[in-house]
């Protein structure tokens, strides 16, 4: 921004609230901040020492509390907390907050306002978030429809800042069988047909076509977020306690043992290259890299290096320390990942496998799906969540099943009562749970009513070609490949 040059000339404060911080950090480190002239950064739901001497930049998004701080610090006009303000909203402020904002005296204090709109994370370099963890129960939960509308709102303008930054104008999409899918179409139309209507050339461009965004819920894929996943990103956050992108584990070296910490992100480059690789293939490709690398500093590597053999490379040339290090790190992340899946996932994944796709790896139907959950059930070693796992997906295949059986399930698994909860509320996702009666559903066999051959074969042919459309791959993946000049999309899960 012009405006934020010439304030960027003296020492500044930056001032941010939650979302504008976890943005910051998403595609830039202190460093870079420091050095366009930022010295301290400040949260503004916090209480703050007064610099009466410096200006802020203030980066917030334009809610209640985030306006009310930026009021509070020059309510008292003898003792101001900076000189000026140059406030920066990361999306549309309501009108409400911004005729309480000119009322006030910051107003008077302010020397730049602007709306900068990028209300998103960048979190990939083609993944973005909208850092709203709890949309997920507000959306479904019965409890929270008071809510509702105002989380719809809000997700609708974040999407749309993510379009205007994108210079995209797309065609919304959306999945109909949830009815709140259309509510957000609309409103994020509505919020699009605005800033169009601000940027006349948005979504325009030689030989360009018009992008698509599909709005859809967890509804229309429950059982791939319940499957273990055994490509290299997937399965480490699922099996390992990674907590905001850090890895920890435990290095050994001149006698002693210490935690070591790493984040994974796009500036690791190892990790973007292997993220998305099947787990067989990690250590492999790990150790390839290391051998180029090697080879260029005209260092001796053996076919298949070690872990130990690499923190004996690490103490002889220290000088390479930063890129062995990577090396380290990615090795033993994937040994890790093994350690966990050897012995019980590995069990684990053939049977959900077999759930999910209602046949197994020769294609033969799973004419008793109970008989194959039983002993992971009753496994001891099998975690409650594993196996909570299991009985979704056996329910995914049956299409629900009764009460009583369910709570047969429960008691054989040994799932605590507060447990079992989520298997319940996937019903709020219109999934079916409970049947008490025949599903009317032409593409599955009813459960305990018998039918003509005739219909029974109609029945299976409807059920094995949907479920040779599931083995394709995720049903986004599938439906995403016969959608035509498609050029972007958005598939926004809830």
């Known amino acids: 921004s012009n405006n934020h040059t010439c304030a960027a000339t003296l020492p500044q404060v ?57 009021i509070n610090d020059f309510r008292d006009p003898r003792n101001p907390i900076y000189r000026g303000a140059h406030v920066f909203f990361t999306d549309a402020v309501p009108d409400s907050l911004f005729n309480l904002l000119t009322k006030s005296r910051a107003a008077k204090m302010m020397k730049t306002l602007t709306e900068i709109n990028i209300a998103f994370l960048p979190y990939e370099s083609q993944v973005f978030s909208v850092d709203r963890p709890n949309a997920f129960q507000d959306f479904y939960s019965p409890f929270k429809a008071d809510v509702k509308p105002q989380m719809l709102e809000r997700l609708a303008e974040q999407i749309a800042t993510l379009c205007a930054t994108l210079k995209e104008y797309p065609a919304v999409r959306y999945r109909g069988e949830y009815k709140d899918n259309a509510v957000l179409a609309q409103m994020l139309q509505d919020k699009l047909d605005g800033y169009k209507a601000d940027d006349p050339t948005m979504g325009e461009g030689p030989d360009k076509a018009r992008s698509q965004l599909l709005i859809l819920d967890r509804g229309f894929d429950p059982v791939s977020p319940v499957l273990h996943e055994l490509t290299f990103q997937a399965m480490a956050y699922d099996l390992l306690p990674i907590e905001n992108d850090v890895y920890k584990y435990e290095t050994t070296g001149m006698g002693d043992t210490r935690m070591k910490e790493v984040l994974l992100d796009e500036d690791d480059d190892l990790w973007v290259t292997l993220r998305h690789k099947h787990i067989a293939e990690v250590s492999t490709a790990v150790t390839k890299s290391l051998k180029e690398f090697s080879s260029s500093k005209k260092m001796n590597t053996g076919e298949k290096t070690t872990i130990k053999e690499l923190s004996q490379m690490l103490k002889k040339m220290p000088q390479y320390q930063k890129e062995l290090s990577k090396y380290s790190t990615h090795l033993h992340l994937a040994e890790d990942c093994m350690k966990h899946y050897q012995g019980t996932v590995d ?29 992971i059930l009753l496994d001891a070693n099998v975690s409650v969540f594993d196996k ?106 809830l």
């Open 388 to 493: 909570i796992r299991i009985i979704l997906l056996y329910i995914f295949l049956k299409n629900g099943v009764t009460e009583e059986n369910l709570c047969k399930l429960l008691q054989h698994a040994q799932i605590p009562p507060e447990d079992s909860d989520i298997i319940s509320n996937m019903a709020h996702m219109t999934i079916p749970i409970i049947s008490e009666v025949v599903l009317i559903n032409s593409i599955l066999l009813p459960l305990f009513h018998p039918q003509s051959a005739s219909a029974r074969a109609r029945a299976d042919a409807n059920s094995q070609a949907l479920l040779n459309l599931l083995r394709t791959g995720p049903l986004l993946q599938w439906f995403g490949s016969r959608a035509l000049q498609i050029w972007m999309w958005a598939a926004f899960s």
């Open 14 to 70: 930056l001032v941010v609230d939650k979302l504008s911080m976890r943005m910051i950090s998403s595609c830039c480190k202190m460093t870079d901040i420091m050095s366009e002239g930022i010295t301290i950064v400040e949260d503004i739901t916090k209480r703050r020492e007064p610099l009466p001497t410096m200006e802020a930049i203030y980066l917030m998004t334009p809610s209640d509390e985030s306006v009310e701080g930026l």
């Open 347 to 375: 069990k684990l994944c053939r049977v959900e496998q077999d759930l999910a796709m209602g046949s197994d790896a020769e294609g033969e139907k799973i004419k008793d799906p109970m008989r194959a959950i039983v002993p």
